[in-house]
């Protein structure tokens, strides 16, 4: 079956990774140099908590009984990461339902965080078509604080310093979790840490697909 996906999926290129890493505006850059179709896991994520079986989503239905605090205050950042559906690929079929029914004559850049390595593997025709961007930590907060989102989460809290530290502290947890997904995959990624600029970092991943999009 994988084999069948990877074939039908062979003109979908992704880009995965932590937040705050940029992922959406290369992605942006990319389907519009490129004139492919963009594919955002970010936009579709309430539709796809609607969308998703409760038996196939525990952990999104239990996220979605908490209250702003028991999601963000009252656990540690290690209950949270085991707890959080996305980071864990709940619903990750309902984003290949969604790239299935794309246009297939023409390419698609899928990008979020929700594609994780481990799951996105088996359905490449090539392991160039895939990449993942790991943001640092300080980098991370900095793209929290210039988009206005930093307290977005953590002023819907009783405590918002310590939802802010307890965000953080997870951010932390998934970008370890990636990398070693990463890692026992053979697959590609780039650390966002603010040397690279912008037009250095959209240079850096059209590298990486490069000789896909010479054959576009």
């Given at each position: 079956?994988s084999?069948?996906?990877?074939e039908?999926?062979?003109h979908?290129?992704w880009?995965?990774?932590?937040s705050?890493s940029?992922?959406?505006?290369i992605?942006?850059r990319?389907a ?5 179709l ?8 309430g539709d ?9 989503c ?14 963000w ?5 290690q209950?949270?990461?085991d707890t ?5 690929g709940?619903?990750f079929s309902?984003?290949l339902?969604d790239l299935?029914?794309l ?10 965080f929700?594609?994780?390595p ?15 961007l ?32 307890n965000?953080l ?8 979790h ?5 890692e026992?995959t ?10 690279l ?5 959209y240079?850096?991943?059209?590298r990486?697909?490069?000789?896909e999009f010479e054959?576009?």
């Amino acid at each position: 079956m994988s084999l069948v996906l990877a074939e039908r999926l062979s003109h979908v290129y992704w880009i995965g990774g932590t937040s705050g890493s940029a992922k959406t505006t290369i992605a942006r850059r990319i389907a519009s140099e490129h004139d492919m179709l963009l594919y955002s896991c970010d936009e579709v994520m309430g539709d796809h908590a609607r969308r998703c079986e409760p038996e196939e989503c525990p952990l999104l239905m239990q996220f979605i009984e908490m209250s702003m605090d028991e999601r963000w205050v009252n656990r540690t950042a290690q209950v949270m990461f085991d707890t959080f559906h996305w980071f864990h690929g709940e619903a990750f079929s309902c984003i290949l339902d969604d790239l299935l029914n794309l246009p297939a004559d023409r390419k698609v850049i899928a990008e979020g965080f929700r594609l994780l390595p481990l799951l996105v593997e088996p359905l490449l025709a090539s392991p160039g078509n895939a990449l993942w961007l790991l943001s640092s930590p300080e980098f991370r907060r900095k793209a929290f604080t210039e988009r206005g989102s930093l307290w977005s989460i953590p002023n819907k809290t009783s405590n918002p310093e310590k939802a802010l530290q307890n965000q953080l502290e997870r951010e932390v947890l998934f970008e370890k979790h990636l990398s070693r997904q990463i890692e026992s995959t053979g697959l590609r990624s780039i650390r966002v840490d603010g040397v690279l600029s912008e037009d250095e970092l959209y240079a850096a991943v059209s590298r990486q697909f490069e000789l896909e999009f010479e054959d576009a």
